[in-house]
């Protein structure tokens, strides 16, 4: 009787990933400037999953961007996912991964909080903030020390 218990308890758990989002942020963009950079930690306490898309109202596009070395230079590209591995976490970061906030309709302004929207493969839509940092800021001033 008590296995039968734990199986249905098993059972129950949802099948798909349990991802969470760490100290989103971005930067402040001078005016005129029609791209930006976001960034956060995604912790997966599930199943592998994917980001596969994300969109905030302050940009014509969102895009995910890796950076990859072609010898001496370091270039963006765009890429279709961006993987979070099961049971771990996956850093977007100044030099790294990021999501590339294309087509921005108005600056972004130090201390504001812009919303942004990642759209999972499995766990679904996952809503954040990103705070907004000073610009040309390496990491979010609450980490820095
Ligand atoms: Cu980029």
Redesign the pocket.
């Known amino acids: 009787m008590r296995g039968c218990l734990i199986a249905l308890a098993l059972v129950a758990l949802p099948a798909w990933a349990q991802v969470g989002a760490e100290r989103p942020w971005t930067r402040a963009t001078p005016p005129g400037s029609k ?1 930006g ?1 976001g960034f956060v930690t995604l912790r997966n306490t599930g199943a592998a999953d994917r980001v596969v898309g994300a969109t905030s109202p302050v940009a014509g596009r969102v ?1 995910m ?1 890796v ?1 990859i070395r072609e010898g001496e230079v370091m270039r ?1 590209r ?1 890429v279709r996912s961006l993987e979070v591995p099961a049971g771990g976490s996956y850093e977007l970061k100044p030099g790294g991964a ?1 999501l ?1 906030l294309v087509d921005l309709k108005r600056p972004l302004r130090k201390g504001e909080r812009i919303p942004l929207t990642l759209k999972l493969e499995k766990a679904g839509e996952l809503k954040l903030q990103l705070s907004v940092e000073e610009m040309g800021a390496r990491q979010p001033a609450h980490a820095r020390h």
């Open positions: 791209v950079a895009e961007h950076t963006m765009q990021h590339m």
